[in-house]
């Protein structure tokens, strides 16, 4: 029993990091239906950004989190202006490749600019055990960390979206831009803000990521990335409660395969797991199967 | 009148984008041609002999390819400096094989036929030398490879011939993990061990293997044996039953960015249990992701040692710190020497004709090389010492040296 | 026995009864309309009689055959066709094309046969482009027919579209607002073009219309529904004077 | 107010208004008829800035507005109902009506607005939290039409409002079409329905594949055979 | 009509018979090097998969990212038969692509419900899945991959494949059936309207394309002697689309062309090392803001189009 509580605990915490770069993802996508490829690697410059402020300005940790914020919404909103915009207009597809390159470009730019090797992130924080059951049971304080933080910035997104102006300026762009516009609405802006707001999220994500496995890399945005964007669609994408409910699933199933079967079958089992989810409810977890009227 | 302006605009403006394309081709052809010219040594052929290196330098195992070809452009640098041999230069001839098989096949192909190279290093993975493999054998081209421990390199299993021209200078999976598995046994007096390896690297897998077998050989047990994929980063669960299990040692025969986090999970979880690894723990890094407290009561089989008090050692290593500004690796090493050995067989062939290079490669007696004496047994496979490196404050220091008992 | 029979056909999406017992009964070569207030469920039935939507509950006959839990295409292979709406033709397809898939479901050949290009597939192919040209032609779409679908104007678009749905050889066609976005002279062009190809194709049609005229003009009977119930039926005569009609629908001044 | 000189729009290689002249008054119903695909909807597009004409000039209230981003226009006292109402379906009517005052920034002002738009839709209010997509069609028209009357526009442009309503609907739209316009609008009206749009205009033009080929006061045009003929039904 | 029909197709049979010949002779004669050969290999195996991947995405309008997948099974299954079992190249060839097809029908049926991206996501996870089962057999050697494959593949039986997925292909298109996936693509409810099997077009889309994606699986089996799971990672699905994409969706020379461009742009691109993919992603991304409709959009070049573009006589073959 205290293991499988200690699985659920590893779940949770694995759960919360897909969480939350899954809710960059999904946000990005609920305005402008892109998947956003280069998401992983707006996080990886994020993580990085975060590292050489602390390792050669000496930055304090919210300090090195707030410089990797701003450095990753910049370069989202730049990715955004020079790659996706001009395809604004154009096919799905063209965007989707677009974004593909965007992210062979920042992996391969990282390789070349920050090199290959895998980097230590600094322990800036102390990672305290607190242990119950006889010692049976371990949190550790990054997991309480990552969780609590992926938790309040699911709560500040939700916020954003549903209660402020730009927030509904967001939905109204998502559903239709030039009534968006006829509203006053500068829709440039609006996804501008987006981008900024999503590639932020991926950089508090990229600092966490590097916190709790201790290494940063010019790939690491790689699969964490894929896989967020699975717990995302998962959840219904577009949907924040959505991105949100689809990473601890998809991060509970992960350590509860690893943990009572072989992390040999995770991968397969997991995807499995998404397709039966998928036919069973096709629009994910949260999502509303939308009948297209006719 | 107005639609034919209509027209001509829109043809302009096709123009204006070709042309935009062009110029952006352009400059990026140029930016990558400075690029390109700044890897390679003086381009006048003739006077040069060409050594492939077709490495891992872009993709997920960038790492291992970088650091072997940093290794082997210090030695050809150094070899060039000293007057080359036979009083011709080295000129190396890098390309990216981005890990993917058909790359390193293509790239070893274009070596051979369209580059004229004598003799091809690389690759670092087993996959990618096993693709380049055929190619060498068809053009007859000695094939040297530092990181592929795989034995169907060397040999191929269906008739279990050596193959002629191929080559490496890293020992093989079972010296390795019988060298690891004699050390538990008898240095650490390990009875009951868990095996953790990586399921998506063979290298790992093989070791794995190889260790069960000589540990159960010499009368231990293993309790448990489990995998983790290349993108796991969470390893807290397998770790939690192998310490249920009751092992009193773990063997993680992986590399050094998953096994520091292996290790460092282990000991968040309070596991103090003592991990024995193999060469790909080696990495400045281990210590920097793993925590250097973590580490101690961890050991691993490894090609040579940076603390190595030998002088060849120590020098190759101030050499390497002095051009690239860290300590050299294994991979680093095994680079280096295989770039000497290349150079002392052109020499002792007295010529850079393939065949010749292949035939004084085949004799290779006591070659003195950074990662240990090294000869060639039938299999061209090394036969060397193996470094056994313990882990203390994060510092790697030479515990002991020991040849396969097999 | 009439030709489509609907009995007690109801639907409710999410606990909103959008359709309540709604009876039809349509006999060969009736031409009927079917008028309502936005949202009065006319296009559900539509929907429903095509097998887009399943029915809460009902069933409908046609030709005595229960075609209840069929999918669209075999009740369009059954003798149902109908437009849209909001137009919907396959916007990058030839005008031809479009009309060609229509023939797709009675006059196919083996996939073989077209990779193999054997000689029915020339056979097959030949017949569905003679089918395709007649229509047109009927539909005076015939100078257009290399024209992508999605450039025609408007008033074409819709004609193309009973023109495909003519091409899918229905015994019952449903048109959802034929007129919607025409102009007067347009309008009765399309009347006279509906009448037309009653007689020509021997058909039974059943209309959606916000159009008075063309409802007036050419139906023999109308229907009214309102919230999801038939509030009226009767001639054009009779619904321009129906009371609850003029109340929820018509208003006083169409009168 | 708004004088439109010779503009020229191109939607890629289709040459959709070709030299359009027209000129709004102040306080005016100003309607452009036409067959679909005349260019109506474009002409109020080019207005309100979401499409820009090669060529011409748009100035309202002698201010030069062609080549104005959408928003610019907004601000400036336009406000578009576009030609099949669309409603941010999945926000509420409230959401809704408050993203017509997206650019306002005095409260007060726009809560009158509010009430104002309440007292011309009583239906609305009814449905203040309910969302936009589940409204019936009649009631999105008057959705639409209440959100652009939410940035106190001085010129207000309503593209189809009758389009696929019942005909006691159009006749409701029309009478507060009327109203909203006596309270002091200015409106440009595109209809499909000539018949209920020459009723209530005081001027009207007729367009013709992209080009006007008549224009004038409403009464009189609605008398002219040419328009009988082909727009009114005969 | 039909005589002129019949004098294009001998003038298309006898170019490709020229080009057959010609490369033939080249090869032999050594004027085509091994390293133009190798990537000659890389054309076809690109134009085989662009070509049925463009069916499922092009023509049918199914978003699916599992294409290596199928690749991965035609690869594994005939490399198994022809070195374990020793079954010849072409049986073993036909049953790998069979197996993918078999693949297509199982992932198709259940998935066909979903729509756009998530459709997307599901095939990916079929992919990754084919991936983590092959890389736990042992049998078929694991993450390490199957090695000692024959090089049974020749010319002419890639000229062979090519020819057939195109013909194949491009038959299939200009034919009611064609036709009928066009139509899903365009408005699937219409076309459901008009009395076409959506659902049976869909696995017939998914299953022809995963077969020819079982063809090019064992053409690269057999040619580069060494299978691994991870050269079907889900980069190589986006590689895939990559070409579709580039050519133009529903354009079936425009997948012939991108595949042939984008090959030799990653030939050219070998020689920069490092920075040949830095350059690969600045070009893609160049490409695709210049050209988002792809380089033919959904057009084709034809013998008619290049007649009338260069002025010749116009073929009045009324189809």
């Known amino acids: 029993m205290t293991e499988f509580i200690q699985q659920i605990l590893n779940g949770l915490s694995l759960g919360s990091i897909y969480a939350l770069i899954a809710l960059g993802y999904t946000m990005v996508y609920g305005v402008i239906q892109l998947i956003n490829f280069a998401h992983g690697e707006i996080l990886m410059v994020g993580a990085f950004a975060a590292f050489f402020a602390i390792t050669v300005w000496g930055a304090n940790i919210f300090a090195a989190i707030i410089i990797a914020m701003i450095a990753s919404s910049l370069l989202g909103v730049v990715i955004e202006r020079v790659a996706y915009r001009p395809l604004r207009n154009s096919g799905r597809l063209a965007v989707l490749i677009t974004a593909i390159g965007v992210s062979l470009l920042l992996q391969n730019g990282g390789l070349m600019v920050f090199g290959t090797d895998f980097r230590a992130f ?4 102390e990672n305290t055990h607190y242990k119950f059951f006889n010692g049976s049971i371990t949190i550790t304080s990054y997991q309480i960390l990552i969780f609590t933080v992926t938790v309040v910035m699911m709560l500040i997104l939700q916020y954003i979206v549903q209660k402020t102006k730009v927030g509904k300026a967001m939905r109204a762009v998502s559903w239709d831009k030039d009534a968006a516009k006829l509203m006053g609405i500068n829709v440039d802006n609006i996804i501008s803000v987006t981008f900024a707001i999503g590639s932020a999220f991926a950089a508090v994500a990229g600092v966490l990521l590097g916190l709790y496995y201790n290494t940063i890399y010019p790939l690491m945005g790689l699969m964490p990335g894929l ?22 699933l998809l991060g509970i199933t992960e350590t509860m395969v690893s943990g009572y079967w072989s992390t040999k079958w995770r991968d397969p089992f997991v995807f499995i797991i998404l397709i039966l989810i998928l036919i069973i409810k096709p629009s994910g977890l949260l999502g509303r199967e939308e009948k297209e009227k006719v | 009148m107005v639609y034919k302006c209509f027209g001509r605009g829109r043809v302009m403006n096709k123009w204006a984008k070709v042309v935009g394309l062009l110029v952006v081709l352009l400059a990026l052809g140029l930016a990558a041609g400075c690029g390109g010219g700044g890897q390679e040594e003086a381009k006048d052929t003739g006077d040069t002999i060409k050594i492939g290196v077709n490495y891992e330098l872009s993709g997920e195992v960038a790492t291992f390819g970088s650091h072997t070809k940093d290794g082997i452009m210090l030695a050809f640098e150094e070899i060039n400096a000293n007057g080359g041999v036979l009083g011709k230069k080295i000129e190396p001839i890098v390309r990216d094989n981005r890990g993917i098989a058909d790359e390193a096949m293509s790239v070893a192909t274009k070596l051979i036929t369209e580059e004229g190279i004598v003799a091809h290093l690389g690759a670092a993975t087993t996959g990618c030398t096993l693709a380049a493999v055929p190619v060498c054998m068809q053009y007859k081209i000695p094939l040297l490879t530092t990181s592929a421990t795989n034995p169907d390199v060397t040999v191929d299993p269906k008739t279990g011939e ?9 020992f093989i999976d079972p010296p390795q993990a019988i060298v690891g598995a004699d050390f538990a046994y008898n240095d650490l007096k390990a009875r009951k061990v868990a095996i953790y390896y990586d399921n998506t690297n063979d290298y790992s897998k093989g070791l794995a293997v190889e260790f069960e077998k000589a540990f159960e050989a010499i009368g231990g047990q293993v309790v448990a044996t489990e995998g983790y994929g290349k993108d796991d980063e969470d390893f807290r669960p397998t770790l939690t039953n192998f310490s249920k299990a009751g092992a009193d040692l773990i063997y993680v025969p992986g590399y050094y960015q998953k096994v520091a986090k292996i290790i460092s999970q282990a000991r968040e979880l ?22 250097a407290e973590n580490l101690n009561n961890t050991y691993f089989t490894n090609h040579y040692s940076s603390s190595d008090p030998s002088e060849r050692v120590q020098n190759f290593v101030k050499a390497y710190k002095k051009k690239y500004g860290s300590v050299p690796d294994s991979f680093a090493a095994l680079g280096y020497d295989a770039a000497y050995l290349i150079v002392d067989a052109i020499k002792r062939a007295g010529s850079a004709e393939p065949e010749a290079i292949k035939e004084a490669l085949a004799q290779t007696k006591n070659f003195e090389a950074v990662t240990g004496t090294l000869s060639f047994d039938e299999k061209h496979n090394p036969v060397k010492e193996i470094a056994i490196i313990e882990m203390v404050d994060g510092k790697q220091v030479l515990k002991t040296k020991k040849a396969p008992k097999s | 026995m009439a030709l489509l029979e609907v009995k007690q056909l109801s639907k409710t999406f999410g606990g909103l009864e959008a359709l309540k017992n709604f009876e039809l009964s349509l006999e060969k070569k009736e031409l009927v309309g079917l008028i309502g207030p936005n949202g009065a469920g006319k296009t559900t039935v539509f929907n429903l009689l095509t097998g887009v939507y399943k029915p809460t509950s009902g069933t409908f006959y046609l030709e005595g055959k229960c075609l209840l839990g069929l999918k669209p295409h075999q009740i369009t292979s059954c003798g149902i066709a109908r437009t849209f709406q909001n137009i919907r033709l396959f916007g990058d397809l030839s005008v031809f094309d479009n009309v060609r898939v229509a023939n797709h479901w009675y006059s196919s050949y083996p996939v073989a046969n077209a990779v193999l290009r054997l000689p029915s597939y020339f056979k097959y192919e030949r017949r569905m482009s003679q089918r395709a040209y007649e229509l047109l032609e009927i539909f005076n779409l015939l100078d257009k027919k290399d024209e992508l679908a999605k450039n025609l104007p408007y008033g074409e678009q819709r004609r193309l579209e009973i023109a495909r749905a003519l091409a899918a050889k229905p015994k019952v066609l449903l048109l959802d607002e034929p007129a919607a976005g025409m102009n007067p002279l347009e309008t009765k062009e399309l009347m006279n073009l509906i009448s037309w190809i009653r007689e020509e194709f021997n058909l039974t049609i059943l209309l959606i219309e916000h159009d008075m005229s063309l409802v007036m003009g050419i139906c023999e009977r109308i229907i009214v529904l309102d919230h999801g119930e038939i509030i009226a039926q009767g001639t054009p005569e009779e619904i321009k004077r129906n009371p609850r009609v003029i109340g929820a629908y018509l208003g006083e001044e169409a009168v | 107010m708004l004088s439109i000189k010779d503009i020229d729009v191109y939607y890629g290689a289709i040459h959709a208004l070709k030299g359009i002249n027209l000129e709004i008054k102040q306080g005016e119903i100003v309607t452009l008829i036409g067959a679909n695909g005349a260019g109506k909807s474009t002409t109020l597009r080019t207005i309100s800035g979401l499409v820009h004409p090669k060529k011409g000039t748009i100035t309202f209230e002698g201010q030069d507005i062609t080549r104005l981003p959408a928003q610019k226009i907004v601000e400036l006292g336009i406000s578009h109902v576009p030609e099949g109402r669309r409603p941010f379906a999945k926000m509420t009517v409230l959401e809704n009506l408050e993203l017509g005052a997206y650019l306002r920034k005095d409260k007060d002002g726009v809560r009158k607005s509010l009430e104002r738009v309440f007292e011309y839709f009583p239906r609305l209010k009814e449905r203040m939290y309910q969302k936009a997509g589940t409204l019936s069609g009649g009631e999105q028209q008057m959705l639409a039409i209440g959100r652009a009357l939410m940035s106190k526009p001085k010129l207000l442009l309503l593209d189809e409002p009758s389009m696929g309503l019942a005909p006691i609907l159009v006749q409701e739209i029309f009478k507060i079409i009327k109203e909203i316009n006596e309270a002091g609008t200015t409106i440009l009206l595109v209809e499909q329905n000539a018949h209920m749009a020459l009723q209530i205009a005081d001027r009207a033009y007729v367009l013709e594949t992209g080009r006007i080929v008549l224009s004038g006061a409403a009464e009189e045009l609605a008398e002219t055979e040419a328009v009988k003929n082909a727009y009114l039904g005969g | 009509m039909d005589k002129q029909r019949l004098w294009l197709n001998v003038g298309v049979a006898a170019t490709l018979a020229v080009v057959y010949f010609a490369v033939d002779w080249l090869i032999k004669t050594g004027i085509i090097t091994p390293f133009q050969q ?17 069916l499922i995405v092009g023509f049918t309008g199914q978003l699916a990212l599992g294409h290596a997948g199928f690749m991965a099974v035609g690869a594994y299954i005939s490399a198994v038969l022809t070195t374990k079992i020793g079954i010849p190249f072409l049986p073993a060839t036909l ?17 066909l419900r979903l729509r756009g991206d998530y459709l997307a996501i599901a095939t990916l996870g079929f992919g990754e899945i084919v991936r983590g089962i092959l890389i736990n057999i042992e049998y078929v050697g694991g993450a390490a991959g199957l090695i000692g494959i024959k090089q049974y593949c020749t010319w002419p039986w890639l000229f062979f494949w090519t020819l057939i997925t195109v013909l194949f292909i491009k038959n299939f298109i200009n034919s009611t059936h064609g036709r009928a996936c066009i139509a899903i693509r365009e408005d699937e409810i219409a076309a459901e309207a008009m009395g076409i099997n959506t659902t049976k077009y869909k696995v017939l889309a998914f299953s022809i394309g995963a077969f020819f994606a079982g063809i090019a699986g064992a053409i690269y089996a057999h040619y580069f002697f060494l299978i691994q799971p991870n050269t079907f990672s889900i980069l190589k699905s986006f590689d895939a689309l990559l070409l579709v994409v580039f050519g133009g969706l529903g354009s079936l020379t425009g997948s012939i062309i991108a595949a042939v461009f984008v090959t030799l742009i990653t030939a050219l691109l070998q020689d920069l090392a490092q920075l040949r993919m830095v350059i690969y992603a600045v070009l893609l991304i160049i490409i695709m803001i210049f050209r988002p409709q792809g380089l033919l959009g959904t057009k084709e070049v034809t013998f008619e189009v290049l007649c009338k573009k260069m002025g010749g006589t116009t073929w009045h073959c009324s189809k």
Do not use: Q
């Not at chain 2, 309070?270 to 925590?291: R, T």
């Not at chain 5, 049953?95 to 998935?111: V, Y």
């Open chain 2, 162 to 170: 050596t193959r002629e021209y191929i080559f490496r200078t890293c």
């Open chain 1, 122 to 125: 600094p322990r800036v924080i």
């Open chain 5, 95 to 111: 049953a790998g692509a069979l197996a993918a097809a078999l693949m297509g029908i199982i992932i198709g049926l259940p998935t």
């Open chain 1, 227 to 248: 896989k967020a964007f699975v717990a995302a669609v998962l959840g219904g994408i577009g949907l924040i409660p959505g991105a949100f409910a689809g990473g601890f």
């Open chain 5, 38 to 54: 190798l990537n000659l290999y890389l054309i076809g195996i690109n134009i085989i998969l662009a070509v049925s991947l463009n």
């Open chain 2, 270 to 291: 309070g596991i103090k249990l003592p991990f024995l690894g193999a060469d790909g723990w080696d990495s400045p890094e281990l210590v920097s992701i793993a925590g």
